[in-house]
Each structure stands twice: as C-alpha cells, then as structure tokens.
C-alpha cells in the first residue's frame, strides 16, 4: 500500500513538477548545482493533482495544527495553496511579502489578523535550506502572532533546515520528501543505480556539489 508521502511525490512526477538530471544539473538561484528541481507552481495547471495536494495540505493542517486560527501563506508560490487551504477549512488568510510594499499603506503583511496571540501556520510549497521560510515566521512574530508551525508540499529534508526550525522552534511537516521521492524514482525505473549514487551524494553535500 503506498502511503500519501509517496503518492504526492508520483503525482509530483508525474506533471513534471520535478525533475531530475544527475547528469545535466539544473543551476538554483543561490549558485548551488543541484540534479533535481521543483518547481510546485505547475500543479497549479492540473486540477485533478492540484485538488489532490489541497486535500492532503488540508488533512495534515486538520490533524496536526488543529489549533490554528488563521492561515498564511508564503509570497509567491504559497500564496495559493494557502488560499485554497484556508477555503477549504473555512479560516481565515493573509499571506506575506518577501519585503514590505514601497507604496500604499507599506504593508508586508497582506490580510486582515488580530496580533494578540493570534495562532497561524504557515503555508509553503517548498523548502530547501529553510532561511526564507523563516523569515516569514520572523515578520509574522513580529506582528503579534504566534507561530504555531508550518506546512509544505515537498521538502529537500537538508540537516540545517531540520536545525535551522528546531532552532526557531518550528513545527514542521512536509507533504512528501527527497528521500521518498528518490525511492520512488529508483522504483519506476526514472533513475538508474549510478543516477541514484549521484542524487544521494548531493542531498549530503548540495552547496558544495558540482555535478
């Protein structure tokens, strides 16, 4: 029987929303070579996935973050997810800014919350090192608001993101993972046994990996 950590990840597969190249590596924004990339914005464009992964961001927030009064998501691409989560469950929504706006009302945080110990979870589609991730935890603490965790769909599981949440004390879920995710590619046969070597030696060591 598979579980729902791996079904996410077929489906992930499955619409190419990852991709995996250990012998052409894909370059991050950070510089870092990497043999995979995700890109979780194209799930958007398949309803049937699209309505799956809300369904099991809405599972996981009903069981493990029951106590949360309101929902935010992560600006861009955990905008929507968080947006259809918070339908879904009938709470509230805002979302955050990488900054705050340099007009208007100057606002980072967009969405009507009540700071006095209001609990959110953050809503994310990806996380990598984490740092960004929890920069909005910051900004959200800052406000007012107590941070009660944060879920996302699919997750690199590096040690120092793991530290790094611990350290701000961050619950943290992820739909599916990079462990689950390599397994089930060796499974169908997406990457053969050297190709395995090469995606396991990276998530050991990704900012130092050159392909």
């Not at 190249?21 to 194209?42: E, H, L, M």
């Not at 968080?82 to 606002?107: C, E, F």
């Not at 990276?202 to 050159?210: D, G, K, L």
Request: aromatic content about 10%.
């Amino acid at each position: 029987m598979k579980t729902n950590e791996t079904v996410v990840a077929e489906k992930l597969l499955q619409i190419e929303a990852i991709k995996l190249r250990p012998d052409q590596p894909f370059t991050w924004a950070s510089g870092w070579k990497s043999p995979i990339y995700c890109d979780n914005r194209k799930t958007l464009g398949f309803p049937y996935v699209r309505d799956f992964i809300k369904s099991e961001l809405c599972n996981v927030i009903f069981s493990e973050f029951g106590e949360a009064d309101t929902l935010a998501g992560v600006a861009t691409a955990g905008i929507a997810w968080g947006a259809m989560a918070a339908d879904q469950l009938k709470l509230p929504y805002m979302y955050v800014r990488p900054k705050p706006k340099d007009h208007g009302m100057g606002n980072q945080i967009e969405g009507a919350f009540e700071a006095a110990g209001q609990k959110v979870l953050v809503i994310e589609d990806l996380v990598s090192t984490g740092k960004s991730s929890l920069q909005v935890v910051e900004v959200l603490r800052k406000a007012g608001l107590d941070v009660i965790g944060m879920v996302a769909i699919f997750t690199y599981g590096f040690p120092e993101a793991t530290a790094a949440f611990e350290a701000a004390g961050v619950r943290f879920q992820a739909l599916t993972n990079y462990s689950t995710l390599i397994s089930l590619a060796i499974e169908k046969g997406v990457v053969n046994a050297d190709q395995e070597a090469v995606l396991l030696d990276w998530s050991q060591r990704p900012s130092q990996w050159q392909g």
